[in-house]
């Protein structure tokens, strides 16, 4: 979440299309106008991310509670987290998910500085590339596994020819959806299903303690890495003001006319998807699996990838409400095309997968009253970091507030509250 | 437990509060976001009291079944308490919320009144209770099983079901009343607002003898609908005028003929 205006160097309040120092005159006016208009848009726009937000989340919860294969350990793992954690004592076990977590985030920080090195150098075809063969993946490889544990749970009986129509009419239009021109609704719902996808393979793979540790320390560095100034985001955010490209248009959810952002972008999309190739074209060679682990169940999606979703995401959710600001105030350039889009307000993938891997897990864990309380605590953590995004005008991460508030309300009502309510429920006392 | 069990007892539950959140909450963000921030605060004053519960309940002698009922009758008067605090505490915020805005935007009005924000805030109290207290109990009832197998009430399912529906309106009709109390400085009615909460709590210690129980509530419903009414504005004009679509007003806002 970040501040155009403040990265330039300071100057006035943002200005619609003029340097600031222009137009003084209509600085106050167009001030208050700003504030007002800033909450009512402001409400418009949250609700705007809360309705996909619950949509993934759901999607998610009803598939963990139905199709038993997203909880079921099979004893694989991802490479990314090669030790067990069934193991005798319970030190042992916090080492090892130390250890994983560690492993997790050490790729996720050198895929974030590849990605600000390809970015600085102009590797956008490579990017667009990768980005294009990974949703490719997504799209097809998972979703075939995904409709095939459902067809398993509810004993569907289905031929291969049928199957094969299906996913590839779905894969295809998915593609076109997110790489091209499709009808918005169409997009939107491809890019929830997809974070759906990505964050059941989250809960599926990665172990338990691991898997809260992640979502703990990648809030951490996405806290320091969008407010430190040696951040790599902060750098990225800067080398795209100075290019005055658009910042990463890709894989985010829009709530307003994409095709702009195929317009618009040049390198952004392209960007991620070097990563993501790269990462893909890696373990495919190495098939023999090592004794520990079996990469076979890694699609090559790594979670640094999508986390780097989620760390521009964050900014990119800011970008655009200021941007979206500015586009509100006077003036007398007559509106963009692009404003349609600004009117909108995106998110990050990558936020939308680890929201739902967080009430994901709590689902997994059983109960109903733990996966309530910690859906309402991220949509409350949302609330407040489009507040203070409001407020400060500076950049901010999207992450932290919203998942320190989901594993807070976890941990304490899974401990704490079920014993309560249940004991309630069971003498049917009502508070 | 079949899922005409399931669906009944949801739709009692929770039908005229989803009701209300679509017709008048749903196309509102403003509202909507006020909503789960009340949510929000319903859950906070409900982990706490868990947790001073969950504290006394370590301290305490697990063996003897008396002490631990009497540590959870203890538990329910806190959690009346707690969310009563919570409650004025939340109005607390929204007043300064509200003064923020106004001396922000330099407007005469502010984008929602003080007596919409009690009704949003007390439904999302509503919701957030509500579900607590009946959620796992309508996903056991969609599961196998024999209701009462043991000798307890045959009727457990639809006692949950209407004794939630009540504390969800219950709640909306408190969240208007002390609003409106703490807004004109009236403090017994706020006490009296606590009070009635913790009555209704208490006539539930009665369970399972569902008449004590549910025809009190019922009626406590009823009285504080009618109080939380006439404290809205609403009189028997008012009414008559509504029923027989003869509201100008109301038809004026709604871009409606007569």
């Known amino acids: 979440i970040w501040d155009k205006n403040e990265l330039r160097g300071g100057g006035g309040p943002e200005q619609n299309g003029h340097p600031p120092a222009t137009r003084p005159a209509v600085q106050e006016v167009e001030e208050d106008e700003d504030e007002e208009m800033t909450l009512k848009y402001g409400a418009k726009h949250v609700i705007m991310l809360f309705v996909p937000v619950t949509l993934c989340m759901a999607v998610v919860v009803a598939t963990i509670k139905s199709v038993g294969f997203y909880t079921r350990k099979d004893g694989q793992r991802l490479i990314y987290t090669p030790f067990p954690e069934d193991t005798d004592t319970v030190g042992q076990r916090a080492v090892n998910s130390i250890l994983n977590a560690t492993i997790m985030i050490t790729v996720i920080i050198v895929m974030t500085l590849v990605l600000v090195l390809l970015y600085k150098y102009r590797c956008y075809k490579v990017i667009h590339g990768w980005l294009f063969l990974s949703s490719l993946f997504l799209l097809f490889f998972f979703s075939y596994i995904y409709l095939q544990e459902v067809f398993k749970t509810y004993n569907v009986a289905m031929d291969y020819f049928t199957l094969v129509i299906i996913i590839w009419n779905f894969g295809v239009v998915g593609m076109m959806c997110i790489h091209w021109k499709g009808p918005l609704r169409l997009q939107q719902a491809y890019l929830i299903m997809i974070s759906a996808l990505m964050a059941l393979v989250f809960i599926k793979y990665l172990p338990e303690w691991t898997a809260w540790l992640i979502l703990a320390v990648i809030s951490v560095y996405d806290l320091l890495a969008v407010l430190c100034p040696k951040g790599p985001l902060r750098i990225l955010v800067e080398t795209a003001q100075e290019r005055n490209e658009p910042i990463f248009p890709a894989l985010i959810y829009s709530s307003t006319m994409v095709w702009l952002v195929n317009m618009a972008d040049t390198g952004g999309p392209r960007r991620e998807s070097a990563e993501e190739t790269q990462e893909a074209a890696a373990p495919e060679p190495a098939e023999s699996p090592p004794p520990l682990s079996s990469p076979q169940d890694d699609g090559g999606f790594t979670p640094s990838w999508v986390s780097q979703q989620e760390h521009q995401l964050g900014q990119l959710q800011s970008t655009e409400e200021t941007r979206r600001q500015i586009q509100q105030m006077p003036s007398a350039r007559p509106p963009a095309e692009e404003d349609e889009e600004e009117r909108g307000v995106k998110l990050g993938l990558g936020d939308f997968i680890f929201y739902s891997m967080l009430v994901g897990k709590a689902a997994a864990s059983g109960d109903w009253n733990t996966t309530l309380a910690c859906f309402v605590a991220i949509l409350i953590g949302l609330c407040l970091t489009l507040l203070l995004l409001a407020i400060f005008k500076k950049a901010l991460p999207a992450l932290p507030i919203s998942i320190f508030f989901g594993l807070v309300f976890y941990f304490a009502t899974d401990n704490l509250v079920k014993p309560f309510m249940d004991k309630l429920a069971l003498h049917q006392f009502y508070i | ?258």
Not at chain 2, 98 to 122: C, D, F, H, K
Not at chain 2, 157 to 171: G, R
């Open chain 2, 1 to 258: 437990m079949t899922a005409a069990v399931f669906f009944g007892c949801t739709f009692i539950a929770f039908g005229p509060a989803i009701s209300l959140f679509l017709f008048t909450i749903a196309r509102e963000p403003l509202r909507v976001i006020f909503l789960i921030a009340g949510a929000f605060f319903w859950l906070v004053s409900l982990l706490l009291s868990s947790l001073v519960w969950f504290i006394s309940v370590q301290i305490s002698n697990k063996e003897s079944a008396a002490q631990q009922k009497g540590l959870l009758i203890f538990g329910v008067v806190l959690s009346v308490l707690l969310q009563e605090t919570f409650r004025f505490g939340y109005y607390k915020l929204l007043k300064k919320a509200n003064e923020g805005l106004l001396t922000l935007s330099q407007e005469e009005t502010m984008p929602i009144s003080i007596r919409q924000l009690a009704y949003v805030s007390g439904l999302g109290f509503g919701f957030m209770s509500g579900a607590f207290s009946v959620v796992n109990i309508l996903a056991d009832s969609a599961g196998p099983g024999t209701i009462g197998i043991h000798g307890d009430s045959q009727h457990y399912f639809l006692s949950s079901a209407f004794m939630t529906m009540a504390i969800i309106l219950l709640h909306m009709f408190w969240g208007v009343v002390f609003f409106d109390a703490c807004e004109k400085r009236c403090w017994w009615a706020v006490g009296l607002v606590v009070i009635v909460h913790l009555l209704v709590s208490c006539l539930t210690f009665q369970n399972p003898d569902y008449t004590a129980t549910l025809v009190p509530a019922y009626v406590i419903l009823f009285g504080m609908g009618v109080w939380a009414f006439y404290t809205a504005g609403g009189s028997l004009r008012n009414l008559k005028l509504c029923l027989t679509c003869k509201d100008k007003d109301f038809l004026l806002s709604n871009h409606r003929p007569r």
